[in-house]
Structures are given as structure tokens and as C-alpha cells.
């Protein structure tokens, strides 16, 4: 199993990123997937998460209007646009395998700031 995410950066108060999460070594389109973030001296908190489908999705509530997550089975991967960033978004970024057996990636750094 394999999650690697991609797309991170820095970038300006009220910029743009879309990150990815390229999964490898299970049935991809099976598993619901989130994202999740953490901050310095912070827990991790999940951001969002989306349905084998992409038919539903979440997202705590300091980021609805802002970020879309959706997916893409036929490319075992998920994304998480993230739009009108603030430095409060910056974290680090981690994708998750939902379910009996989680699994997360390594994360990717995400810091807004000006």
C-alpha cells in the first residue's frame, strides 16, 4: 500500500493549490479516502473526505466554500483543491485510507503566508 501526496507550496493569503494523493496497492476505487492536516502545537484534524464514488463528501466546517476534494478512480487518485487560502490552512497535508485498515501518506507541506 501507497498513498503519495503531491502539490504542496508556499503561497500568498487568499492563493490557490490543488493537492494530490496518487494510491497504489489496493482497490482504490473501494476505499474512501480523506485528507487531514496539522498544524504546529495543533492535533491532526481531518479537512475532508469523499466516497468510493465521490458521490458524497464532507468537510469541517472552517474550510466549506473554500476547499473541493474529489477523485478520480481511474487514476487512483484523490485531490484537494484548496482556494482563498489563510495562513491559518498552513499545516502539513496528509491523505488517508479510510476504514478496517488505514493507511496515510507522508504528508506535504502547505504554508500561506505573505
Known amino acids: 500500500v501507497q498513498l503519495v501526496e503531491s502539490g504542496g507550496g508556499l503561497v500568498q493569503p487568499g492563493g490557490s493549490l490543488r493537492l494530490s494523493c496518487a494510491a497504489s496497492g489496493f482497490t482504490f476505487s473501494n476505499s474512501v479516502m480523506s485528507w487531514h492536516r496539522q498544524a504546529p502545537g495543533k492535533e491532526r484534524e481531518m479537512v475532508a473526505f469523499?466516497?468510493?464514488?465521490?458521490?458524497?463528501?464532507n468537510y469541517v466546517e472552517s474550510v466549506k466554500g473554500r476547499f473541493t476534494i474529489s477523485r478520480d478512480n481511474a487514476k487512483n487518485t484523490v485531490y484537494l483543491q484548496m482556494n482563498s487560502l489563510k495562513p491559518e490552512d498552513t499545516a502539513v497535508y496528509y491523505c488517508k485510507r479510510v476504514g478496517a485498515n488505514p493507511y496515510w501518506g507522508q504528508g506535504t507541506q502547505v504554508t500561506v503566508s505573505s
Open positions: 469523499i466516497s468510493t464514488s465521490g458521490g458524497y463528501t
